[in-house]
């Protein structure tokens, strides 16, 4: 998917009344497309176009950062979106956050520095918690879930993800493996029951804006689901495994759930399976996927240890 420059140009005069005098590609990101829009006199902005496989994250996406935003978090002021508008592509625009994102400088970031960024990225998360939903999983709206319980939701979650372990190509024997630890602690789990509350699923340093080594924002909520957070531990060693990140943010956010092995464990799995259907097709922007192991290492390392 290209979009044409001149429909962007055209997008920023009718919407914000910019005259954009340079308009590139932001090659960051695997799931929509962006660019920045620069403006002369009134700053930077950036446009977020969603392929065709996600344009109904335009039925929630908007309306949930600037819910965020009204209750103080640290994310985009949303400026305008598609929603109700004859589009080609269906996007949300919005002031550029200031500073770069977390992947670029935290091989070289002092620890503390580390530390007091994600200290205030679990702040500004319980913020976003405070929103209410309705029903479990995926979001259908800005408020409700597809699911009606937590129940329904895990255990239709793991039946799909198990029906399409084979297009992981892991082998026979690692898939019988994770069936039986899935099987084994689905009935746990599900007795995780909570308020359906906010899971940010794609906790990275891609999608954290920091400046002058402060948090400035968070970014990118295509992803987020109605659930219990404490699946966000589990999420997040999937992508991370046992990194300095993983292990400061273990340390500083706050969860009304025990943190057990067995937990974290589940989630890094249930992460891979929700996608597991997807793996056999290019990435939603049209890339080639990287190896399973490149994205998830924490997955890598549970099942070899369970």
Partial sequence: ???????IEKIAKLDLNINAVYIEPIQMGVMTYKY???????????IRFYPDNLQRVINFEPQIIKRFYLLGAKVPKILSDSQGKKVKYNYILYKKLSGDPLIKSIDNLPLDSLKLIISSLCDNLAIMRRLNFKGF??????IYGQHPTWKSYIESSI???????????LGNFTNEKIKQYVNSNICSITKLMSEPKLVWTDINPDNIIVNDRQLSGIIDFDGVI????????GYLYCRQGNSNFFKY?????KYDVEIRQEI????TIFRVLQIAKYWQFPLPTG????????????????????
């Fill in 1 to 7: 998917m290209m979009v044409d420059l001149a429909e």
């Fill in 36 to 46: 920045l829009i620069k403006e002369k006199d009134r700053g930077e902005y950036i």
């Fill in 287 to 306: 890339l080639k996927r990287d190896p399973l192991e490149n994205v998830f290492p924490g997955f890598i390392d549970v099942i070899n240890k369970i």
């Fill in 249 to 253: 943010y273990l340390e500083k956010c």
């Fill in 226 to 233: 109605s659930g219990n957070p404490i699946m966000e531990i």
């Fill in 264 to 267: 974290v464990y589940f989630f």
């Fill in 159 to 169: 039946k799909e993800g198990v029906e399409n372990l084979h297009f992981l190509r």
């Fill in 137 to 142: 999983g995926p979001l259908i709206s800005d």
